[in-house]
């Protein structure tokens, strides 16, 4: 019995003890169970942290180009409110601080004869420099007298009762006469050309009168109606649709159809003209190159896309010519237009003509006006450095005031230039180089001075020579038509349109450089280009608007 009663006892015993150890695997098993999933929970927590660590660094980019773009919106703010409202001539200011006009030699790694030259050229200058303003004088209105040359008609008015010299009145010599400047709309009326025909007695042979010559072959569009339309257009601006309304109130409606197709055969007559123009203009040695744009229709895109019009101008002659092709403004068209040409192109640092610089025979000039204009944006980030740069540059101008003054020959205007320009220029680079890496390159200020650098030995080069140019002026003021024409008719309806604008642009262009009449050269070379149809002795070069000037024939 005792020995029953002990086996149960140890059944019992090892029943409880395995129940413990059964309990112990049970908490082992969740306690690592738990200890898992911290460290699950660890991970899905530092993935959780990176994520959002990553989102805050994307907001603080994003952010940041937030920032950015907000910067560069005010700054295109400001220059769109000065193009809208404000001057955009950047006057030579006199800066608020005189000390802007002096150098700091201390900045400068320039050896004493450096500074020295750089000092007496400054002090020369400064001294030239006109401190004084006059006053503005206040102009008053004054009716000016109408040209003599202008028809007068009398219109005779004599006091109320009187009837004429039978009757008591006495009529005084003295009288008020007045003067008021009278239109006479203009009129279309229809030329008739009638060819008689004769026979001599003689030879009996039977003559009939020659066919005149007319511009366009199997049209009714005469010289002057062509001119007119052309001249409206790309003198005056006018659209042809306006001018077929007017056209309307005189009596007479025109096709726009047959208006285009007018135009074309226009561009062609003068086509020969525009190439022969085109050599004259490249043969001289020395020329300035723009290019400006013109809207281009795409039939394909049914919407409008940008061309461009490439302008070359003599500065030896003055004579211009537009060049237009596909509307690309790449350095493909600045190599077929300048490929063979030897001599100097002042342009306004657009990074297509960079490829002129590896071209032998070619001298590349820059553009202070473009150099100033950086400067002058930038005064609103940066006063002090651009106001400082705008000082120097002014100097520059300053001597060539006084080369004005002084009516120096271009061979004294090119030794002032080297005597006092260049060592403000070499001065002027100097600074920029130590100022660049205290500026943000992406500012307007990092702008600008990243741009004289970039065209520094360019701007420096019109010192070479007394006939060059500080700035690009003169061929900025050629464009100006092409830039008033588009905001009239818009856009050209294709390619082959824009070349033969450019055509006619070009030759009224020549026009306007040589003060010659447009209308009444247009009319003159419209009635007598055929004579050059199959007489090749003549040259073309003839009826270019300033050789019909010296001719004395316009």
């Known amino acids: 019995m005792s020995e029953t009663s002990n086996q149960k006892a140890l059944i019992e015993q090892l029943l409880s003890d395995r129940d413990a150890e059964f ?43 937030k920032e950015s773009r907000i910067a560069q919106l005010e700054q295109k703010l400001l220059y769109l409110e000065r193009k809208m409202w404000g001057a955009m001539s950047e006057k030579r200011r006199i800066p608020d601080d005189p000390n802007q006009l002096k150098l700091d030699f201390d900045q400068l790694e320039m050896t004493p004869e450096e500074e020295e030259t ?14 004084s303003v006059k006053e503005h004088e206040k102009r008053v209105p004054v009716r000016q007298k109408l040209p003599d040359n202008l028809r007068r008609v009398e219109e005779h008015i004599y006091p109320d009762g009187y009837l004429g010299h039978e009757d008591e009145w006495i009529l005084f010599e003295d ?95 003068m086509r020969p003209a525009y190439y022969r123009l ?32 490439w302008l070359v101008r003599s500065m030896v002659n003055g004579l211009v010519f537009f060049a237009y ?51 002058d944006r930038a005064l609103s980030h940066d006063k002090a450095r651009a ?25 004294q205007r090119m030794e002032l230039r080297k005597r006092l320009a260049y060592p403000i220029i070499r001065a002027f680079e100097k600074w920029c180089i130590c100022e660049q890496g205290n500026v943000l390159p992406k500012s307007p200020i990092g702008k600008a001075i990243g741009y004289f650098l970039n065209n520094s030995r360019q701007l420096a080069r019109y010192t070479m020579d007394g006939r060059y140019l500080p700035d690009t002026n003169l061929i900025e003021n050629s464009v100006r038509p092409v830039a ?24 009224m262009g020549c026009c306007k450089a040589a003060d010659v009449d447009f209308k009444q050269w247009m009319n003159y070379f419209l009635n007598h280009v055929h004579e050059y149809d199959s007489d090749y002795s003549k040259d073309l070069v003839n009826l270019l608007p300033h050789s019909l000037k010296e001719q004395g024939i316009i």
Not at 43 to 56: F, M, P, Q, S
Not at 387 to 411: N, R, W
């Open 387 to 411: 106001e400082y740069a705008l000082a120097q540059i002014g100097m520059l101008y300053d001597v060539e005031s006084m080369a004005d003054d002084q009516h120096m020959d271009t061979l």
């Open 325 to 375: 092709n596909e509307g690309s403004r790449g350095a493909k068209v600045v190599l077929q237009l300048f490929k063979d040409y030897q001599g100097a192109i002042q342009t306004d640092g657009y990074a297509g003509y960079n490829i002129l610089e590896k071209l032998e025979g070619i001298t590349t000039l820059g553009c202070w006006v473009h150099t100033r204009r950086y400067f």
């Open 23 to 65: 309990r112990r695997a049970v908490k082992a098993e969740q306690q690592l169970k738990e200890l898992s999933d911290v460290k699950r929970m660890q991970a899905d927590y530092e993935a959780r942290l990176a994520e959002k660590e990553k989102a805050i660094q994307e907001r603080d980019r994003a952010l940041e180009s």
């Open 118 to 131: 750089v000092r007496k050229a400054v002090e020369e200058v400064a001294g030239y420099r006109k401190v």
């Open 278 to 309: 085109r050599e004259l203009v490249l043969s001289t040695d020395y020329i300035q190159s723009d290019e400006t744009t013109v809207p281009i229709i795409d039939n394909e895109k049914h919407r409008t896309v940008k061309g461009y019009l």
């Open 175 to 269: 009288a008020e006469t007045s003067e008021h400047l009278e239109l006479q709309p203009a009129e279309l009326y229809v030329r008739v050309t009638i060819r008689h025909k004769g026979m001599r007695k003689k030879t009996k042979e039977i003559v009939t009168a020659p066919v005149q010559n007319e511009p366009i072959a199997k049209s009714y569009a005469s010289a002057s109606l062509l001119t007119d339309l052309m001249v409206g257009k790309y003198v005056d601006h006018l659209p042809f649709y306006r001018q077929v309304q007017m056209f309307k109130r005189l009596g007479v409606s025109i096709p726009p159809s047959t208006i285009e197709v007018w135009f074309h055969d226009v561009a062609d007559l």
């Open 484 to 507: 008033v024409g588009r905001k009239n008719y818009l856009f050209c309806g294709n390619h082959g349109a824009a070349e033969d604008a450019a055509v006619i642009y070009s030759l």
